[in-house]
Structure formats: C-alpha cells, structure tokens
C-alpha cells in the first residue's frame, strides 16, 4: 500500500483538467465511466505537466475518489435547499456557518 500523500490545490486543478480532457474525448470514456487504462493515461500526462511530483497511479486513484466523494457531498448540500449556493466566481460552496456547522454533525 502506497504511503498517505498530500496534494496541493495546483496538483487538483492539473488533475481535474486532465480528467475533463479524458471524459471529452471519446476514446477513453464509455457509458459506465472511464474505459481501462485510464489512470496510467493521466498519471503520463501528470508527469509531463508535474514532473517532480511523483504521483503514480496509486495516488491518483485514491485522489480521484476523494475528488468524487466531495463532489457527491456539495451535490448533496446544493440539493437539500436554498440555504446552500454555489459560488461560481471562486468556486465554493456558500452558506452560513451554523448551518454548515449543523450539517457536518449530522454527516460526521
């Protein structure tokens, strides 16, 4: 099992633009989700854009499924009302934070 790692904002950002490359182009997305050899795809052109980083395709799946964790819990909050919103400008969530406070005791 590969050690925990830490990403940075920038290593998220590079990753996501290269998933929504992936999912746009035919060749590596299907119906069901990304088509087999996906990961060795993005973890090549991480190394092209991030090449000291050393991120193996260990990391990048376990990122993705907490990329993919988070979002299903911001589609969550947005779905449960007006008192979340999104803020396209800076891209975050936005709510009071006594109402975030009482959401994340019930989650957690």
Known sequence: MAPHRKWVQAEDVILVDILTELALDGKWKSHTGFKSGYLKVIEQKLAEKLPTAGLN?????????????????????????????WDYVNHKLVCEKNLFDTWAKVIF
């Not at 376990?62 to 007006?82: C, D, F, P, Q």
């Open 57 to 85: 395709t260990t990391n990048i799946d376990s990122r993705i499924k907490t990329l993919k964790k988070h979002s299903m819990e911001i589609n969550e909050m947005l779905n449960a009302g007006s008192d979340f919103e």
